[in-house]
């Protein structure tokens, strides 16, 4: 597991229902674009907003379009273990290379609750299993050491850190060199590939994807300038995703530029006249 996984969003329709149908195209397109793999049912998602039904099935619909092309990491984190395992079930039967979960958040869990939650997953399934530390939307904060201390579980492969800290990201690559590090900031890709990251996963690669294969594999050819050159521009279209709503404005990019990523579900709201309008403008560079 190397390289640019794109969290693959969740096409809805205008009734609110996954839009199923949608997901091909959305796949194939990115699959050309160079993806080395894609991590189903994340935030990026709306996973949260969705039912386990709804989850377990698109990670099945997912499954069924790669047909083996590329590898696929399921996201498998809710708030009760007993959610967790169903979808965990799901993705073996689907055939995924690899889970991952955000720690359950909410309730307040404390530390041993939330090291018996990892612990549990990795006993509960063979599959290689990723931690996920976004303190930002999950409110869980892991000191380093606790981090590591959870990493060196068996069956744990590595972790999706999604944090502006680099620190962390070289000191796990000295203390486990063949762990799997997904950097999670997209602003950053270059920075955590540089303290020794094994690839990215970001929410932004659903409009750029082309660009962030470019970033990561000119850092592997060890051309930085250019690799940089990709980032300041991925970067100034991030920029005006987050002044507008990223996930909004993701998908009425993509639909602009041909390929159908439906609607958000509320409660996000669609974009307005104004910020379609600032979208619209950062299409011809995308294209």
Known sequence: MRGIYLPLMTPFNSAGNVAYELLEDMIN??????????YVGGSSSECFMMTLEERKRVFQSVAQINAGRVPLIAHVGAISLHEVYQLVDSAVCANYSAISAT????????????????????????????????????????????????????????????????????????????????????????????????????????????????????????????????????????EQLLSCGVYQSIKFAMGELGVNYGVCREPLLPLSIEHKRQVSTLLSDIG
């Open 29 to 38: 397109h990115h699959i050309a674009n160079g993806v080395d793999g894609f």
């Open 103 to 238: 720690p359950p958040f909410y309730y307040g869990f404390t530390k041993q609750e939330v090291n018996h939650y990892y612990c549990s997953i990795a006993q509960y399934s063979a599959l290689p299993l990723l931690l996920y530390n976004i303190p930002g939307t999950t409110g869980v904060h892991f000191s380093h050491q606790e981090l590591f201390q959870l990493a060196e579980m068996e069956n744990v492969v590595g972790i999706k850190h999604t944090t502006s800290d680099m620190f962390f990201i070289e000191r796990l690559r000295a203390k486990q060199p063949q762990a799997v590090i997904f950097h999670g900031e997209d602003t950053m890709l270059v920075n955590g590939l540089q303290m020794g990251a094994s690839g990215g996963i970001g929410s932004t690669y659903n409009l750029m994807s082309k660009w962030y294969v470019g970033i990561y594999q000119a850092m592997m050819q060890s051309e930085v300038e250019k690799a940089m050159e990709l980032q300041h521009k991925a970067n100034a279209v991030t």
